[in-house]
């Protein structure tokens, strides 16, 4: 499909996947290698959407403006960096749909359906934080959809799910409560032995 590599950030608001994504780029850079920071979720337009409506929109259709966004960063920026040979680091992925609606109670088999179409990253790493603190950390920081990523017991419920993810081997845990430096040369390592392999 591609020469490029897909790593995958994921974690609960707070635990730092935009500021650890964009200094493994910056890192990856460094040595040489052609790497670019992206996100979920990448449309502004439906980021307004749910930030606008968030009343109205429940957890199915949620998903699914999730799914179509996802299928709209797919094809606009993660495939053609792929095929020009980047490593690809995005912040946040399919498995925050997992986690965050199946949080909300939606059908974990049913996610996956909806989002046949992702492509499988090499590498998907997960950053591990008690709830408190990254609530405690979002404090000073911006979040795309401020509602989703602000109920204590939603994150506590996504974080079990991700938990439960890393325990079937779809996500690679990095304990995200230590220093950001020493998560950074963690990921980094983890990327660079995918890489390699």
């Known amino acids: 499909m591609s020469d490029g590599v897909l790593v995958v950030i994921e974690g609960v608001d707070g635990a730092g996947k ?3 994504s964009k200094e493994v780029v910056s890192r990856l850079i460094s040595l040489g290698f052609k790497a670019i920071y992206t996100y979920e979720p990448f449309t502004q337009f439906i980021t307004d959407l749910i930030n606008k409506h968030w ?10 403006l999730m799914a179509a966004d996802r299928h709209y960063h ?10 020009s040979g980047h490593i690809v680091v995005s912040d946040r992925y399919y498995y925050s749909s997992v986690a965050y609606q199946g949080a909300q109670g939606v059908d974990v088999k049913w996610i ?3 989002n046949k179409f992702v ?4 590498l998907a790493i997960y950053l591990d934080v008690e709830p408190s603190e990254g609530l405690r950390r979002k404090k000073a920081s911006t979040t795309r959809v ?3 990523e602000s109920n204590v017991e939603l994150i506590e419920r996504a974080r079990e799910i991700y ?3 890393v325990l079937k081997g779809e996500l690679v845990l990095v304990d995200a409560m230590q220093d950001i430096r020493n998560v950074v040369d963690e ?5 660079l032995k995918t890489v390699e392999a």
């Open 18 to 20: 935009t500021s650890v």
């Open 55 to 64: 009343d109205v929109i429940d957890p199915i259709m949620l998903t699914l």
């Open 163 to 165: 938990l439960s993810l």
């Open 112 to 114: 996956a359906e909806v």
């Open 146 to 148: 401020r509602e989703m």
């Open 187 to 191: 990921v980094v390592a983890h990327v």
């Open 74 to 83: 797919i094809s606009r920026a993660v495939l053609p960096y792929l095929k």
């Open 119 to 122: 492509i499988k990253p090499r």
